[in-house]
């Protein structure tokens, strides 16, 4: 039985485009979203010609190190000035206290014990065969760069390598961008 | 009256709303954290494999090294070219190569090249910064060393005290 009522005003919208497409755009979100860029801190980096390009290995800690020189790991802060040292004497400055614990700490039991090693001939002793990568600020004083290579060398640590990130030349950049249109 | 047989309605009405609601949030999300990926680029160095706690004792080999020192620290300013960064004007830094020294990064890159000719072996070279110098400065340095060709580098140099 019909009802006699209102004349129905409502004109039913149809929601499916609309949803398609924005599935799509959230797809299309996802893919370009890199997540492995959330390790990069925002800095400006140096440029360099004879930088050769990135291609991350699997398992390898980068080191971001601001103006002040902070160091940051994954969004964790493992230096700042002022840091507290909880009474830990450097091991090597003799008398200094040991700012930097907490990244030798992070290095010597999250990175090394996970890393490849080799054995040193010379040396007749095993080394941590991968690098780690520092990017630093251009602006960042060298010393604090240096004392990240000092850590590096500790006992339990020994990492050699050493990776310092840098940009592309302006003209590097324009090059690429020129053979990519192409 | 031969009245259809009211069809059962399997269709039930599904509510829209809640989901484009969640769906319109995650496509602002991914909007607003998306992050074009850079391309960045890095050096490689090597630290003297043998330096623990206690100091090496000096190497024979004959090396390189290039003494890195500010003349003129500059003074930091806002960078026209990129935002929110910031740049040292007017800096000007030294390099030292034995008694050869220089405050152009072309001379240097010269006088590398012709250590290179004169050099029967690639020597190993190292660098050492000075007080105040800051990574910008350093990595032009290591740009030209690896550009003329030198294999082996490595950082020296006193490691400066926490000031």
Redesign the interface.
Known sequence: MRRKGRPSTEVEVD?TP??DM??L??IF??I???LS?QE?E?L???????????KPPEFRPILN?L?DGSIIIKKETYYEPGIDTGGRMD???QG?PD?YWKLADFLALKIVPFMNKEV?E??KME?PDD?I?I?????????Y???I??V????GI???????????TPEA?AK?LAEQSR | MGRHRPEVSNETEME?TP??DV??L??IF??V?????????????????????ATSPAEPIEKIEIVVTVANPGI?QP?PK?K?????VGRVVNYTIGTFKTQAIDSLREHLEKLKRGAAELPPVSLS?R??????????I??VV??TGFEEIA?T?D????S
């Open positions: 929601m609309m949803i924005t599935f755009l959230i979100f996802i370009v979203t890199d860029q990069l925002e400006k980096l140096p440029v360099a010609r004879s930088a050769v390009e990135d190190v103006m091991p090597v400055r200094k700012y040193d010379v040396l080394l690098p990568l990017r630093a600020d251009r602006n960042t004083p060298f010393k760069i240096q004392r290579m000092e590096c060398s500790r006992e020994h990492i050699w390598k050493v990776e310092l990130a840098a940009a592309e950049k690429r | 829209m989901m484009i769906v319109f995650l496509l991914f909007i954290t998306l992050k074009f990926k850079t391309l960045e680029g890095k050096l490689e160095a090597a630290l003297p494999k043998d330096r623990g706690t930091l960078d990129a929110k960064a910031k740049i040292y910064p007080r105040n110098v800051i990574n910008g400065d350093v990595i032009p290591l740009d690896i550009e950082f140099g490691f400066e005290d926490e």
